[in-house]
């Protein structure tokens, strides 16, 4: 395993595994931090659909769905709105993003047919061939410009 930045390894500390929209949520939630600017007081987070994001979101933002600051929606849109006292910038994933993301999806759907079933080696084969994978697409998340991956919703 590659061992992420500092502030992905804080991520998948908290979400429990590595996977894209965990990093992606991390993504947007920087991305819509740098874009609101220098900000003083309570920040708010509203995210669009209930996905692994909304840890990354959380970790990056300090908002957190316990304490209220992080609500999630389900409107089927990976669109994270950030709020401050004094501004507020919405932003969302890139088809690009979503695509990247998507592949890792279908691997994980192809290799879990059989599940529990499987012989202890076939399992073990299985979980290297999506950490492989995981080991080639996450570095592309942390390294990729924001354009790539974040989109600023108009408003
Ligand atoms: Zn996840």
């Known amino acids: 395993m590659i ?3 500092e502030i992905y390894s804080r991520i998948y500390s908290r979400h429990g595994h590595r996977c894209p929209m965990s990093t992606l949520g991390g ?3 920087l991305a819509a931090m740098r874009w609101l600017g220098e900000s003083s007081g309570e920040l708010q987070a509203v995210y669009s659909i209930r996905t692994c994001a909304l840890d990354g979101i959380a970790e990056v933002t300090g908002c957190s769905e316990e ?3 992080l609500i999630a929606k ?3 849109r990976h ?4 709020k401050s006292p004094k501004a507020s910038v919405e932003v969302e994933l ?3 993003a979503l695509e990247m993301a998507g592949q890792y999806r279908s691997l994980c759907n192809r290799l879990e047919v059989g599940g529990d079933e499987l012989e202890a080696d076939e399992q073990k084969k299985r979980r290297a061939e999506m950490d492989a994978m995981l080991d080639e697409l996450l ?3 942390w390294q990729a410009e924001d354009q790539l991956l974040v989109q600023k ?3």
């Open 94 to 96: 890139t088809a690009e």
């Open 67 to 69: 304490n209220g600051s």
């Open 79 to 82: 669109a994270l709105i950030l």
């Open 74 to 76: 389900s409107d089927g």
């Open 27 to 29: 993504r947007l939630g």
């Open 153 to 155: 919703v108009s408003e």
């Open 139 to 141: 570095p592309q998340f």
């Open 3 to 5: 061992e992420p930045p």
